[in-house]
């Protein structure tokens, strides 16, 4: 079992930045990929950032191009989200999730953490 532990999360007001972070034990964090997703009350969980192993590769939602950035520290088995520019639509609770390999939807990860709460206001 990977265990993840989300932080960061918190009540910004529009235009603002936060930083999360999703601290990984149990497993080799470096060979896993990693990945956030964030889910909005009454909406289904969506994809937002995804990240290679080695971080090779990084892949973004639409929604948060250029206004998120994925990066991970392999020595920390630490992989982190860093949001500016928030908006209020991109209120919602925040979850880490790690697999073997990348993917865009929910059901393509294995690991998951409790989830980091990030309310946007406007």
């Known amino acids: 079992q990977m265990q993840l532990v989300e932080s960061g999360g918190g009540l910004v007001q529009a235009g603002g930045s936060l930083r999360l972070s999703c601290t990984a034990s149990g497993r080799t964090f470096s060979i896993y990929h990693m990945g956030w997703f964030r889910q909005a009350p009454g909406k289904d969980r969506e994809f937002v950032s995804s990240i290679s192993a080695r971080a090779f590769d990084t892949y973004v939602a639409d929604s948060v191009k250029g206004r998120f950035t994925i990066s991970r520290d392999n020595a920390k088995n630490t992989v982190y989200l860093q949001m500016n520019s928030l908006k209020p639509e991109d209120t919602a609770v925040y979850y880490c999730?790690?697999?073997?390999?990348?993917?865009?939807?929910?059901?393509?990860?294995?690991?998951w953490g409790r989830g980091t709460q990030v309310t946007v206001s406007s």
């Open positions: 999730a790690a697999n073997p390999q990348t993917g865009m939807t929910a059901n393509d990860w294995d690991y």
